[in-house]
C-alpha cells in the first residue's frame, strides 16, 4: 500500500497520487512553503542535476549570459561552452582551435570542434594547398584535388576556383615592353614548351615561377620567369576567368606586358585590381608591390600570328588565395 506523501522532500514533487518523484534537470523544488511541484529554470538556464534542492539555475551548456541583455544565448557555430556552474554560473562561448569549427550551433564541448573549416583538411584542419580545395571540411577530412590540368588558391572552398592551370590570351599574346625577358627553355614543341611551363610553379626550392611562355618556329620556346623579390620590381597580375581571381607575379621594375588600355592611381593592391574588374579590356595590369601606392596600368593582348602563347595560372600566384594566407596562415 503507497502512503500519500504530504509534502514532498526538497528536490522531489509529490503526484495528485501522493508519490515523490524526482525532479527532472532543469527543474528544480525547495520544498519550501508547501511547494509541491518542481519549478522550471528560466529559458536558457539549467540545473546540474536531477532532484536540485536549490533555485541554482546556471546557463545551459551550449549557451552564455550575454553581457548587454542580460540574457542566455546560444554559442555560435564554431564555439561551445560546457554551460554555468557554481564558479561560472554565466558560463562562456569558448572558440574552437584555429581551423576548426563546430557542426552546429550550441555545441556544448571541445571535442565538438572536430571539423575543418571550408577551404581546410586533413588532420590539423590545415589551408588545402594550391590545386586542391574542401567545401565543408568535414571530419578532419582532406581536400579535393582538382581536375587534372587545374590548379586553385590556397584555402579554395568550392570547385569552381579550380582553373585552367595555363590560360590563353583574349586575343593571341602580350608582347613585354623589354623582348630580352624571354628566357629561352629547351622544348621541341608548343605543347611541351607549355608542359614546361605550367610546371615551374614557383613553389619550393624549385626554379622561378613560368609566368607565360611564347613559342615559335623560330625562335622555339621562350619563358618570362619571375624575378625574386627585389627592391625594384613591380608587379604583373592577370585576370583569370573575368576578374574570378589575379595571378600576380612580381617581374623587374616597370615590366608590362601587352597594349596599354587605361590608367589611374591605387592607394592599394586592391584598388588596382578592382580597376582591372572594371574595365572589360583590362586583361593585366602593373602595379608597383604588393603593399605599395602609385600609378595602375591596365593592359590588353594584341594578334600576332607570329607566336603560341598562353600565361601561367599558378595557384601560390592567385591572389584571393594568398590574401587567404595571409589572414588565416
Given amino acids: 500500500m503507497v ?5 514532498p522532500r526538497p528536490g522531489y ?30 529559458a536558457g538556464f539549467t540545473t546540474l542535476a536531477e532532484g536540485t534542492a536549490t533555485a541554482a539555475c546556471f546557463v545551459r551548456p551550449g549557451w552564455q549570459l550575454d553581457a548587454k541583455s542580460k540574457q542566455p544565448r546560444p554559442c555560435d557555430k564554431g564555439s561551445w561552452s560546457p554551460g554555468g556552474s557554481p564558479k561560472d554560473p554565466s558560463g562562456s562561448c569558448i572558440k574552437c582551435a584555429a581551423g576548426f569549427t563546430t557542426q552546429t550551433d550550441e555545441s556544448t564541448k571541445a571535442t565538438d570542434c572536430e571539423v575543418c573549416l571550408e577551404g581546410r583538411g586533413g588532420p590539423s584542419c590545415a589551408l588545402c594547398p594550391s590545386g586542391s580545395f574542401s567545401a565543408d571540411g568535414g571530419k578532419r577530412s582532406p581536400c ?3 581536375q587534372p590540368g587545374q590548379t586553385s588558391p590556397r584555402g579554395a572552398t568550392n570547385p569552381a576556383q579550380c582553373f585552367a592551370a595555363m590560360m590563353p590570351a583574349d586575343q593571341d599574346y602580350f608582347p613585354l615592353s623589354e623582348d630580352k625577358l624571354w628566357k629561352g627553355v629547351a622544348a621541341q614543341s608548343a605543347e611541351a ?5 605550367a610546371a615551374n610553379t614557383g613553389e619550393g626550392s624549385g626554379p622561378p615561377a613560368c609566368i607565360m ?3 615559335s618556329d623560330a625562335a622555339g620556346c621562350q619563358q618570362l620567369q619571375e624575378q625574386q623579390p627585389l627592391p625594384d620590381s613591380s608587379l604583373l597580375g592577370f585576370k583569370v576567368l573575368q576578374g574570378t581571381d589575379y595571378a600576380i607575379y612580381r617581374v623587374p621594375a616597370s615590366t608590362t606586358a601587352g597594349e596599354q588600355v587605361g590608367s589611374q592611381e591605387a592607394k592599394t593592391l586592391q584598388e588596382c585590381v578592382a580597376a582591372c574588374d572594371a574595365l572589360n579590356t583590362c586583361e593585366v595590369f602593373s602595379f608597383p608591390g604588393f ?12 594578334l600576332e600570328s607570329e607566336y603560341q602563347s598562353m600565361v601561367h595560372v599558378s595557384g601560390a600566384h592567385l591572389f584571393y588565395g594568398r590574401t587567404r594566407a595571409r589572414l588565416e596562415g
Wanted: hydrophobic share 40%.
Fill in 144 to 146: 579535393s584535388a582538382c
Fill in 193 to 197: 614548351c607549355a608542359a614546361a611551363c
Fill in 3 to 7: 502512503v500519500a506523501a504530504v509534502q
Fill in 13 to 42: 514533487s509529490v503526484s495528485a497520487a501522493g508519490k515523490e518523484n524526482k525532479c527532472p534537470q532543469g527543474t528544480y523544488n525547495t520544498a519550501a512553503a508547501g511547494q509541491k511541484n518542481c519549478v522550471s529554470c528560466p
Fill in 291 to 302: 603593399k605599395a601606392a602609385g600609378a595602375c596600368r591596365m593592359f590588353s593582348s594584341v
Fill in 213 to 215: 611562355y611564347r613559342w
